[in-house]
């Protein structure tokens, strides 16, 4: 099976604070990109940041950073210095042939002023 | 540059009705994908392209249609709506370099 799973459907954090979400994925594909995308409520998708599976060095985009544990299937994204412009939809997402994107249920982060 | 551009940005349909969602992209992209989006599912692949004239079945296929006539162009066709259909559909296109461009949506309801 392809899937993608993120156990948080609601996180909630203050402003300035670190936050980190999970992800765990199935795939069978020997060579794949994992990604997280931001949905604010406009519902325009953006690209947070991507990972390629076979480079061990964790990804970095500014205040956002992943951990991947590609043994474990497991790709968490973390975000320092929260941010009011942070509060979104975030998806946990891989690819597989012809650049097809499996993405998670999502999680709804709120962070408080 | 426009990017990926989606039309309408909403619609109402009733049962039974027919419509056809216009995806347009202009960075010359081979890939075009159609997604829909509904709560607590994330987003599922409808159909997808991989080059003008070719088109494909994603994982949630049943009561679409699409067409790729132009390389620029991806439609996605609904024959007779039903209220299951009520979602939002995502457009997207990709290079083989990976990244997706996502256009800004559409709001589908059917009553």
């Known amino acids: 099976a392809q899937t993608v799973t993120q156990s948080q459907p609601e996180m909630s954090v203050q402003e300035a604070e670190t936050v980190t979400l999970s992800c765990t994925y199935d795939?069978?594909?020997?060579?794949?990109?994992l990604f997280w995308y931001k949905q604010p409520p406009s519902r325009q998708m953006i690209l947070v940041i991507r990972?390629?599976?076979?480079?061990?060095q964790n990804a970095t985009e500014n205040r956002f950073s992943v951990n991947f544990q590609k043994a474990a299937k497991s790709f968490s994204l973390k975000i320092s210095d929260s941010q009011l412009g942070d509060t979104a939809m975030y998806f946990c997402a891989f690819n597989r042939g012809a650049q097809k994107l499996v993405f998670g249920q999502g999680t709804r982060l709120t962070i408080n002023p | 540059n426009a990017g990926v551009t989606q039309t309408p940005k909403f619609r109402v349909l009733k049962t039974g009705q027919s419509m056809t969602l216009l995806c347009a992209q202009d960075m010359n992209h081979e890939y075009m994908y159609w997604y829909r989006q509904d709560p607590g599912m994330g987003l599922r692949l409808i159909h997808y392209s991989v080059g003008e004239g070719t088109t494909a079945k994603g994982e949630v296929p049943d009561g679409y249609n699409v067409s790729r006539l132009k390389k620029q162009n991806f439609l996605l066709g609904l024959e007779s709506a039903a209220p299951s259909q009520t979602s939002v559909y995502f457009c997207a296109s990709s290079s083989r370099q990976v990244k997706a461009f996502f256009g800004q949506g559409t709001r589908l309801t059917v009553v």
């Open positions: 795939t069978s594909e020997s060579n794949y990109y």
């Open positions: 990972q390629e599976a076979y480079k061990q």
